[in-house]
């Protein structure tokens, strides 16, 4: 059964930093990508980054330099760390998998960057 679980999400002042982890089960990192999107109420969900497999990585623009994805297949866990935060990055951050035709999403992290 494939499951994404969340964590490391808080409250953290403009300028802050934070380590995302997305724990993966029911499937192993060396043979899928995982992607890290983010949802804000009422807007789209946006994608931030992707790490392949073979653990080639991908940045959106927005968060390109400041955010970074990262692996540890050994722990099936995905990271996102997040620097230079900003009010404008308070959202749900959520990872993904998609395999055989079929997305799959964690339940999300909660980040808020406000003083």
């Known amino acids: 059964q494939v499951q994404l679980v969340e964590s490391g999400g808080g409250l953290v002042q403009p300028g802050g930093s934070l380590r995302l982890s997305c724990a993966a089960s029911?499937?192993?990192?060396?043979?899928?990508?995982i992607g890290w999107f983010r949802q804000v109420p009422g807007k789209e969900r946006e994608w931030l980054a992707a790490i392949t497999s073979g653990g080639n990585t991908a940045h959106a623009e927005p968060v390109r330099g400041r955010f970074t994805i990262s692996a540890d297949n050994a722990k099936n866990t995905v990271y996102l760390q997040m620097n230079a935060l900003r009010p404008e990055d308070t959202a749900v951050y959520i990872c993904?998998?998609?395999?055989?035709?079929?997305?799959?999403y964690g339940q999300g992290t909660q980040v808020t960057v406000s003083s």
């Open positions: 029911g499937f192993t990192l060396d043979y899928y990508d």
């Open positions: 993904n998998l998609y395999m055989s035709g079929v997305d799959y």
